[in-house]
């Protein structure tokens, strides 16, 4: 079996190669066992793992169902081919297929799991307009966003801990009523038992650790890989010092942040004033 360690910062290839070989050791796999449940040879499948080859959609929904791994595999192919997403966020949201702990920070805005198709569709025409983006590229990130969100409907979902700040429920993004129909939705998916929903308020002012987004990914292994990203780079974070500073800084933050009930009852009172 071909060995070469990879580098998922290195390339595309990399990063679903690395992807599809962790995929694999997870269950406790060869190549060759995969080989014999999927229909690809071993030597496919080691060339796809180790970069040497790209790979079809027909491929990677075979993998994706011997493997069982939902549509992980394909969120993060489909984003890997598409242009203009933010280096780094297709390897993310392939992760967070597969994470069974979500920790969100949002400082701006709803976070992508949460928002409606509305919201989503005002945030990307005005990308369209300020030239950031073409139409096409604004409705594949709409499609893939909605794919992302299937992990909501999953038997066993994930659990899902989001901070927002408070920022994020009063920006009336697409006018009073996407905005009330984003906040309404908001609302109902934090009473969900597996959804943990919390507002930072501006008085946190600068006490709030967090100046951008922030995501941290816990694996059903225990491992835990972060996510970050500026206005034009989204970056994958796997240094364990750094990942395990930002997990002390979101404990502290979210015992900071207001608790459940207010939270929810600071979104229904953005809401009214809309």
Do not use: C
């Not at 307009?129 to 969100?149: C, H, K, N, Y």
């Amino acid at each position: 079996m071909n060995r070469r360690e990879l580098d998922p910062t290195a390339s595309p290839r990399e990063a679903f190669g690395a992807l599809l070989r962790s995929s694999r050791e997870a269950l406790g796999w060869t190549q060759e066992e995969l080989a014999e449940v999927s229909g690809y040879s071993d030597s496919y499948i080691s060339a796809v793992e180790t970069g040497r080859k790209s790979t079809s959609l027909v491929f990677v929904r075979a993998m994706d169902k011997a493997l069982g791994t939902g549509q992980t595999l394909e969120l993060m192919w489909v984003g890997m081919r598409r242009r203009g997403f933010l280096e780094g966020f297709p390897e993310h949201a392939a992760q967070e297929a597969r994470a069974a702990e979500i920790r969100i920070f949002e400082p701006n805005l709803i976070p992508g799991l949460f928002q409606t198709k509305d919201y989503a569709l005002a945030r990307e025409a005005a990308a369209v307009q300020r030239g950031r983006s073409t139409p096409d590229q604004a409705e594949e990130r709409v499609r893939f966003l909605m794919a992302r969100q299937r992990l909501l409907k999953r038997a066993e979902p994930p659990i899902i801990h989001a901070v927002i700040d408070e920022s994020g429920i009063r920006r009336p993004v697409g006018g009073a009523a996407v905005m009330r129909a984003q906040l309404e939705h908001l609302a109902e998916i934090a009473t969900r038992p597996h959804v943990i929903f919390q507002i930072a308020p501006f008085s946190l002012a600068e006490h709030a650790p967090f100046r951008s987004v922030v995501t941290l990914l816990t694996f059903a292994d225990r491992s835990v890989v972060g996510y970050t990203e500026g206005a034009d780079q989204g970056r994958v974070v796997r240094d364990d010092k750094t990942v395990r500073a930002w997990e002390r800084d979101y404990d502290r933050f979210r015992v900071e942040a207001l608790a459940r009930t207010a939270s929810l009852d600071l979104t229904h009172k953005a809401r009214k004033e809309l």
